[in-house]
């Protein structure tokens, strides 16, 4: 059974900076693509950034390209995501996510088979 435990969130003014890490155990981390989504108060979960297995491919959501930066180690089996420039509207839990699937599903929550608890981000204005 693959387990996720995502670590790093809390409460940053607008500017400012958060390290999400997600650690994945019980499974072949080195396969998986992962992904980070966030779902705010009320409204869906959507993707936020997405890896490939090697790394040689991701993805990013319009709101915050050249803001966020996903990367992995697989030596390490964690996947993080760096966040800069935090605006109010990033406020929301965070879910790290890994999945197998092909590229049509890898930015769509059921393109993921195993997910974090998640992780609260608060940005104050």
């Known amino acids: 059974q693959v387990q996720l435990v995502e670590s790093g969130g809390g409460l940053v003014q607008t500017g400012g900076s958060l390290r999400l890490s997600c650690a994945v155990s019980?499974?072949?981390?080195?396969?998986?693509?992962m992904g980070w989504f966030r779902q705010p108060p009320g409204k869906e979960r959507d993707i936020v950034a997405m890896?490939?297995?090697?790394?040689?491919?991701?993805y990013y959501a319009d709101v915050v390209k050249g803001r966020f930066t996903i990367s992995r180690d697989n030596a390490k089996n964690t996947v993080y995501l760096q966040m800069n420039s935090l605006e109010p509207e990033d406020t929301a839990v965070y879910y790290c996510?890994?999945?197998?699937?092909?590229?049509?599903?890898?930015?769509?929550?059921?393109?993921?088979?195993?997910w974090g608890q998640g992780t609260q981000v608060t940005v104050s204005s």
């Open positions: 996510a890994a999945g197998t699937a092909g590229p049509l599903l890898r930015t769509a929550v059921r393109g993921y088979h195993s």
């Open positions: 019980g499974g072949t981390f080195s396969s998986y693509t």
């Open positions: 890896i490939t297995w090697s790394g040689s491919d991701t």
